[in-house]
């Protein structure tokens, strides 16, 4: 599975047993839902989620796992390659290769990410999905499954300690592993949700549900410029990339970095929780983040009664290995 920073993929059951005591069938919103994993897992008890992240390819993955309902059936695709299946489709994507692309000479020839042969097969790939993309031959349902599916396939040969922040020096062991594109198998069973792209305060001002979520950045690590090539790629944008950034940043950088930095502090979630009408409130927070926990634990004890309960939980993967944190979650009812 993709690795992303503040992942809950090890904690998300535990946590909605914790958040669903008492509901069922509840419609949860889910602020800054990242891959989806905790969305996923209120989807599979039956709740109606609505998740939202202010990046393009964290979207695409909960797109996939709240909103579709199985995979797609590609029919203008088959009809455009005269093919008859899903598999027909995965072989005609991993038979592509373009080694002079954009993305080959940017990602394997300039800066070590991954290797020129797989670079040449996933550059090819995303041409292919653009184009499909462009003559109108997917819909929104496919779109979001043809590039979670690349982008976890992708994953899975980088070069990379985990982000796109940096490459390794030398090639890891994975990276020298043959790129082959695979379903991305995220579709979970449960009621249809809504995966929105965009600022939570601005989509949830004034909507109700009975459990709001949150899973606020823990810190000021700006997830646009540690995950700038997934994000490139999932906006289907072939950016002019800076020569002097070691990691290949676009020339244009993102904008979005100022609004996570926000969004991890005390005033901006304390205006979302004002803003959203909520019956219960579940906030998940690690140990040493930048909200101080007295001061959280006191900000959210006046929005009516808090229990507070403590669970182990992996951190951040890298090639150093996991590391063991709590994480506190917090439940009020009002
Ligand atoms: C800690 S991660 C969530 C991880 C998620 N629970 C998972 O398991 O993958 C925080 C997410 O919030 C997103 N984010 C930051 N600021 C946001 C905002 N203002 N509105 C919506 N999403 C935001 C980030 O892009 C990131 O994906």
Redesign the pocket.
Known sequence: MFR??????ST?SVVANIALDGYKDATVA?????????GAEFKKRGCSVTA????HF?NAFQHVRLVCEGLPNFSRVRKFLGVDSEEDILSYLNSQFSDGCWFAKEYAEARGFFTATNAAKIGAVWLKIKSWKNLELIDIDEEKFLIASLLNSMDAVANTAGTYYAYLKGWDRKSLKEFSFEWYRGVVKGPKGIAVR????SYLTDKSFEILYL????NGRD?SRYYHLPETLAKFEEVSIDSNSKCGQPILRSTVGT??R??MKLPYLMELINSVHWERLVVQYADGAHICLNELKQALGGQGTLTVHEIPALGYQSTNGTRQHTHHVFVIDK
């Open positions: 992303y920073f503040g992942s809950k993929a998300a889910d602020a800054f839902g990242g891959l989806g994993n905790i939202c992240d202010l990046l964290p965009g600022d939570a305060l899973d606020p950045p823990y997830y609004q996570i926000n969004a």
